[in-house]
C-alpha cells in the first residue's frame, strides 16, 4: 500500500516535471471549506478573483452543512487517501492535531519574504505554528465577548449603556425585568451556553485564571471558588432569559434584540452582521460594548491550514494562497464582508464600522494588558474532546437545577477523563 | 468441433445449475465486506487509541471503561430506556386499537387507513421539524391555547430538560403507530372468519371474541412489530436531531447521537466506535432470540 503510494507520488512528481519544462507551472489550488453562506460566499469569492487574478487555478471545494462536521469527515477520509485538498478551512488547536499527523506543509519561505512575524499578533501565531514553522494563515479576528443590547429598551430603566461590570449587569437585569422586559436573549445551544459560560469566566476572574482554567485546564483553578462563583453567575444569567430558549439559533435572539423583545445578548461579533444586513446603525439602533472584563479580549480566528501536496503548480498555488490570504488587500475586502478584523496589523480600518474599530482598539489593549486570550467555546484554546467535555458540563448546568458545588466537581472530573 | 460443443454444453449447464450462486454472488460478498467487514473494523476501533485518525494502536478495553465514565453516555442509556419502552409499548397499544376499530367493517376504511398510514411515508426530519414547531411554547400549542384565552395552560416539555425525551416518543409514536395498524390490519384479516362466526354462535360478545381468540391468534404478529419497533428505537437519530438537538443540554441525546458527537464532532473515534459496539450488542440482544425462535419454528413446520 505504502509502496504504492510512492511510486503513485513520484509518477505525478515526474510529470509535473516534464510539464514544467514544457511551460511554467500555473500555480493551482484546491479549496476545501464551508463557507457557503450569504456573506461568506461572497467573502471566499472575493479571494478566488484574487487568487485568478494573479494567474492561478482555482478549485473550489465547498461542502456544505454541520458547521464543519461534514467538511471535517470529507477531508479525513482525502488525507486517508492520500489525495489531500491544497487548502482546508480549519482553526484552532485543530491545526495542530493535522501537524502532528504529518499532514501539514510548512510556509515558512512565505512567511519570512512577506514580514508575517511582525505584523500577526503572536497569539494568533502560536495557533497557525506547528513547532515554530507556519502551517496555516489566519483570515479574520472575531471577537466573542460582546454585549448586544438595544439602547431604546434599556432607556426605559434609565440606562444609556451597556454594563461594565457583572454586578451592573444583574441590577441592569433585574430592572429591566422588574419593566416586564426580558433582559437577555439566549439561545440555548450548548455551543451557546459555553460562549456565555467564557466570558463569563474571563469577566469574574480575569485574564490570567482563564488563561489557566480553560486554556492550561489546571485541575486548581477549574476546582476554584471562581469557577463556583462563575457557576452562580451562570444561574443568574438562567434566570434572564425567556423560557422558550432551548434550542433556538444564535441569530434568532440577536433579531429578539433588534425587534425589542429582549435587551442584551452575549454573542460573537457575527450578531453584527445581522444588524448591519437589517440596515441597523452601531451606536444608534444598536450598542455594541464588551462583556464585563479588565481588559480581555477573546478572539475566534478563521484559518486556512495548507496540506502536504505534490507537484509544483499545486506547491505554487498554495504559496500564492497564503500570500494573498495574509496580504492586506484580502484581509480588507474579506474581513468587510464578513463582519470581523483583519488578523494583521498594517491594514487601514477607514471603511469598516464603529464596532470593527472598537474591536481593533480593545485588541491592541488586550495584547498590551496580556488579555487576549483563545476563546474556548469556538475551539480556539483547547481541543475537540477536551472543549467538548467542558461544553458538556456547562450546558448541563445551564439546562438542569444543578448546583454549582456539583457543577465545579463534575468539571474536573469531566476534564480528567477526557485528558487521558 | 464435437469436443468443443461438448464443452460448451458443458459450460452452459453448469452456468444454469450455477446460475443462482452466481447471481447472488456480488451483492453477498459486497454486504460481506461493506457490512460484517465494516462492523469488524468498527470492533477493532473500538479496542485502538484512535482520535482524529484511525490508528491501530491496541488500547485494550480503556475506550470502554471512559464510555462508561462518561456522565453523558449514562444519560443517553436512560434516555434510550425510557423511549425504547414507551414508544414500542404506545406504538403497539395504538397501533392494536386503531386496526380493531378500522376492522370493523365501516365506510371510508380505504381512506382512514391512508390517513393513519401516511405518516410512516414522512422522514423522520420531518416529522421531528414539525412536532419541534408544534410543541413549542411560544409557537405551537401552548401558545394557541393561551391566544384563545387559556393564559393557565402550560406545556413546555420540549424545552424542559426532564420531559424533552417524552416528546421524542410523542413524535415517534405518532409516526410509527400507523404502521403496526397496518400489520396488525393485515393479520387481523389473516384469521379465520369460521371460529370467529362459531364464537358468534356461541353468544360470546366482540370483546371477548377479540381478546379470546383473534388477538391470541396473531401473536407472531407482536412480536415482529416489538423486533421492527426496537431497532427503529435503538438506531433513532434523525428524529432526535430535528426535534431537540439532543437538547436541552444534552438531556434527550440517544446513543445514535451521542455516537455522532464522539466520532465526527470531538475526534473521538475510539470512544464512537465503542458506544457503536454497544448499540449493536443491544440490537444483537434482540434480534439474536427472534431469528433464533423463528429458525427453531421454521424447522418444527417444516
Given at each position: 500500500?505504502?509502496l ?6 513520484t ?13 511554467h ?7 476545501l471549506h ?6 461568506e ?9 484574487d487568487?485568478?487574478?494573479n ?11 454541520g458547521?464543519g ?6 477531508l ?12 482546508v478551512q480549519?482553526?484552532?488547536?485543530a ?5 502532528e499527523q504529518?499532514?501539514?506543509a510548512d510556509?515558512?519561505d512565505?512567511?519570512?519574504a512577506?514580514?508575517w512575524?511582525?505584523?500577526i499578533?503572536?497569539?494568533i ?7 515554530g514553522?507556519y502551517?496555516a494563515?489566519p ?6 465577548d ?12 434609565g440606562?444609556?449603556?451597556?454594563p ?10 433585574d430592572?429591566l425585568?422588574?419593566a ?7 439561545g440555548?445551544q ?9 466570558t463569563?469566566?474571563?469577566g ?5 485564571f482563564?488563561?489557566?482554567a ?6 486548581d ?7 463556583k462563583a ?7 444569567i ?5 423560557a ?7 441569530n434568532?435572539?440577536t433579531?429578539m434584540v433588534?425587534?425589542?423583545e429582549?435587551?442584551?445578548q452575549?454573542?460573537?461579533?457575527w450578531?453584527?452582521g445581522e444588524f448591519?444586513?437589517?440596515?441597523k ?12 472584563s479588565?481588559n ?5 480566528v478563521d484559518?486556512?491550514?495548507m496540506?502536504?501536496v505534490?507537484?509544483?503548480?499545486k ?13 492586506e ?5 474579506f474581513n ?6 483583519p488578523?494583521?496589523?498594517?491594514v ?6 464603529d464596532?470593527a ?10 495584547q498590551e494588558?496580556?488579555?487576549?486570550l ?5 475551539g480556539?484554546?483547547?481541543r475537540?474532546?477536551?472543549?467538548g467535555?467542558?461544553?458538556d ?6 439546562n438542569?437545577d444543578?448546583?454549582?458545588?456539583e457543577a465545579?466537581?463534575?468539571?474536573v472530573e469531566?476534564?480528567?477523563?477526557a485528558?487521558? | 468441433?464435437?469436443?468443443s ?6 459450460l452452459?449447464a453448469?452456468?444454469q445449475?450455477?446460475?443462482s ?10 454486504s ?7 462492523i ?7 479496542f485502538?487509541?484512535s ?5 491501530w ?15 453523558r ?9 425510557i ?8 406504538s403497539?397499544?395504538?397501533?392494536c386499537?386503531l ?12 381512506a382512514l387507513?391512508?390517513?393513519?398510514l ?6 423522520f426530519i ?12 411560544g409557537l405551537?400549542l401552548?401558545s ?6 387559556w393564559?393557565s395552560f402550560?406545556f ?8 424533552a425525551?417524552?416528546t421524542?416518543?410523542?413524535?415517534a409514536?405518532?409516526?410509527a ?5 397496518a400489520m396488525?390490519l393485515?393479520?387481523?384479516r389473516?384469521?379465520?372468519?369460521d371460529?370467529?362466526r362459531?364464537a358468534?354462535?356461541d353468544g360470546?360478545?366482540l370483546?371477548?371474541i ?8 396473531i ?5 415482529s412489530?416489538?423486533v421492527?419497533l426496537?431497532?427503529l428505537?435503538?438506531?433513532s437519530?434523525d428524529l432526535?436531531?430535528?426535534l431537540?438537538?439532543g437538547?436541552p443540554g444534552?438531556s434527550s441525546d440517544l ?9 465526527f464532532?470531538?475526534n ?9 459496539m454497544?448499540m ?9 432470540p427472534?431469528l433464533?425462535s423463528?429458525l ?5 413446520n417444516?
Open positions: 500500500m505504502y504504492r503510494k510512492t511510486i503513485l507520488a509518477g505525478v512528481a515526474f510529470s509535473a516535471l516534464a510539464t514544467a519544462s514544457f511551460a507551472a500555473e500555480p493551482t489550488a484546491e479549496v464551508w463557507w457557503t453562506s450569504g456573506g460566499a461572497k467573502a471566499v469569492a472575493s479571494l478566488k478573483e487568487f485568478e487574478a494567474g492561478g487555478t482555482w478549485v473550489d471545494s465547498p461542502v456544505a452543512g458547521a462536521d461534514a467538511a471535517m469527515t470529507v479525513r477520509s482525502r488525507v486517508l487517501s492520500g489525495d489531500a485538498p491544497a487548502a480549519l482553526k484552532g488547536p491545526i495542530q492535531e493535522w501537524a504529518g499532514a501539514l510556509l515558512n512565505v512567511a519570512a512577506e514580514g512575524d511582525d505584523v499578533p503572536a497569539a501565531q502560536d495557533v497557525m505554528k506547528y513547532k514553522d502551517v494563515v483570515v479574520n479576528v472575531h471577537r466573542v460582546w454585549i448586544w443590547a438595544n439602547p431604546t429598551l434599556l432607556a426605559k430603566v440606562a444609556d449603556s451597556a461594565t461590570t457583572w454586578d451592573e449587569f444583574n441590577a441592569l437585569a430592572k425585568q422588574a416586564g422586559i426580558t433582559p437577555v436573549a439566549h440555548g450548548p455551543w451557546q451556553d459555553a460562549t456565555v459560560f467564557e463569563v469566566v474571563l469574574l476572574g480575569g485574564p490570567e482563564f488563561q489557566s480553560l486554556v492550561d485546564l489546571d485541575e483553578a477549574l476546582n476554584s471558588d471562581t469557577m462563575v457557576f452562580d453567575q451562570m444561574r443568574k438562567r434566570g434572564y432569559v425567556d422558550d430558549f432551548p434550542g433556538r439559533d444564535w434568532l435572539a433579531a433588534m425587534n425589542g429582549a435587551a442584551m452575549i454573542m460573537g461579533d450578531a453584527k448591519l444586513a437589517a440596515g446603525v452601531p451606536g444608534k439602533d444598536f450598542i455594541c460594548a464588551a462583556t464585563p479588565e480581555g479580549y477573546l478572539f475566534n484559518s486556512f491550514a496540506f502536504n505534490s507537484g509544483d503548480d506547491v505554487e498555488g498554495q504559496k500564492l494562497l497564503a500570500e494573498l490570504i495574509v496580504g488587500k484580502f484581509q480588507e475586502t468587510l464582508l464578513k463582519g470581523s478584523i488578523a494583521r496589523s498594517g487601514s480600518l477607514d471603511k469598516f464600522d464596532c474599530k472598537k474591536s481593533e482598539a480593545d485588541l491592541q489593549a488586550a494588558a496580556g488579555g487576549f483563545p476563546s474556548m467555546a469556538h480556539m484554546a483547547l475537540g474532546h477536551l472543549a467535555a467542558i461544553v458540563v456547562v450546558t448541563a448546568h445551564f438542569s444543578m448546583s454549582s458545588d465545579v466537581s463534575r468539571l469531566a476534564v480528567e477523563l485528558k487521558d | 468441433m464435437g469436443a460443443q461438448s464443452t460448451e454444453s458443458n452452459t453448469s452456468i445449475r450455477h446460475l450462486k452466481i447471481v447472488v454472488a456480488p451483492s453477498f460478498a459486497a460481506l465486506f461493506f457490512v460484517y467487514g465494516f469488524l473494523w468498527t470492533g477493532y476501533m473500538a485502538s487509541k482520535r482524529m485518525l484511525p490508528v494502536d491496541w488500547a485494550g478495553l480503556r475506550q470502554y471503561e471512559r464510555l462508561w465514565q462518561m456522565e453516555w449514562h444519560v443517553a442509556i436512560e434516555n434510550l430506556l423511549f425504547g419502552g414507551l414508544f414500542i409499548v404506545t403497539l397499544i395504538i397501533g386499537l386496526a380493531v376499530l378500522l376492522d370493523q367493517r365501516i365506510r371510508a376504511e380505504g387507513r391512508t390517513i393513519f401516511y405518516p410512516m411515508a414522512l422522514s420531518v416529522t421531528g421539524t414539525v412536532w419541534k414547531w408544534l410543541l413549542n411554547p405551537g401552548e394557541m391555547m393561551h391566544d384563545l384565552g393564559t402550560k413546555d416539555w420540549l424545552v424542559n430538560s426532564d420531559m425525551i417524552y421524542v416518543v410523542i413524535a409514536v405518532w409516526q403507530s400507523g404502521f403496526v395498524m396488525f393485515a393479520a387481523l389473516g384469521v379465520d372468519q371460529i370467529i362459531a358468534y354462535m360470546a360478545s370483546p371477548r377479540y381478546f379470546g381468540i383473534i388477538i391470541p391468534s401473536r407472531p404478529v407482536f412480536l412489530a416489538i421492527v426496537a431497532h428505537a435503538v438506531k437519530f432526535v436531531i430535528a431537540t438537538g437538547g444534552y446513543p445514535a447521537t451521542f455516537m455522532y458527537t464522539m466520532a464532532q470531538r473521538q473515534l475510539g470512544v464512537g466506535a465503542a458506544s457503536a454497544m449493536l450488542a443491544t440490537v444483537m440482544a434482540i434480534i439474536v427472534y433464533y423463528e427453531r419454528g421454521g424447522k418444527k417444516g
